[in-house]
């Protein structure tokens, strides 16, 4: 059986930090709610492309710099974006078998768990919404996943022909 091609730890880590950059960037006040889960769509791919290679501790690590970043608790994104990439890897197995339109609906399911513990932690600090517009975030992921996927899938082609 034909393994893929092992991309360059610099291409993931570069690729996350650009991620962080856009889920950190400013956007005007009606646009906030709008704004895809970045660094969780980017912990996901490279979970499922790479899963030797990225797991818990890149979700760790990413969160504690968001954390700093919003001044946010410290370890809240980082439980959030560490419990994203453990249940991601657990299913790994099951989701490189999905057609794009399938990985979206996962995707859209482990963004939105992902996104009821974040809801969940705000209600213990005392700043939280009552409403469910916190889960747009993760529908916007979900819608878009499949491009993400095939962006990132001919640069993964691109990177191995070179």
């Known amino acids: 059986m034909a393994r893929a091609p092992v991309v360059p730890l610099v291409v993931v880590w570069l690729s996350l930090v650009f991620a962080l950059c856009l889920q950190v960037m400013p956007l005007a006040d009606g646009w906030q709610v709008f704004r895809p889960e970045w660094i969780g769509l980017m912990l996901i791919y490279w979970c499922m492309q790479a899963p030797d290679r990225v797991g818990v501790f ?3 690590v990413f969160g504690l710099l968001m954390d ?11 439980l959030i974006f560490s419990l994203l990439t453990f249940l991601a890897a657990l299913v790994y197995p099951r ?3 999905y057609s794009l339109v399938q ?3 996962l995707v859209l399911v482990l963004l939105g768990l992902v996104q ?3 809801q969940w932690l705000r209600t213990l600090t005392g ?3 009552i409403h469910l517009s916190f889960l747009i975030p993760s529908l916007m992921s979900a819608l878009l996943w499949p491009w993400l996927a095939t962006m990132f899938k001919a640069i993964e082609r691109r990177l191995a022909s070179a």
Request: charged share 10%.
């Open 68 to 78: 700093l970043i919003e001044g946010t608790a410290l370890g809240q994104h980082a």
């Open 103 to 105: 990985q979206s609906v």
């Open 127 to 129: 700043v939280f919404s």
């Open 58 to 60: 890149h979700g760790f």
């Open 95 to 97: 989701f490189r078998a």
């Open 116 to 118: 009821l513990v974040e």
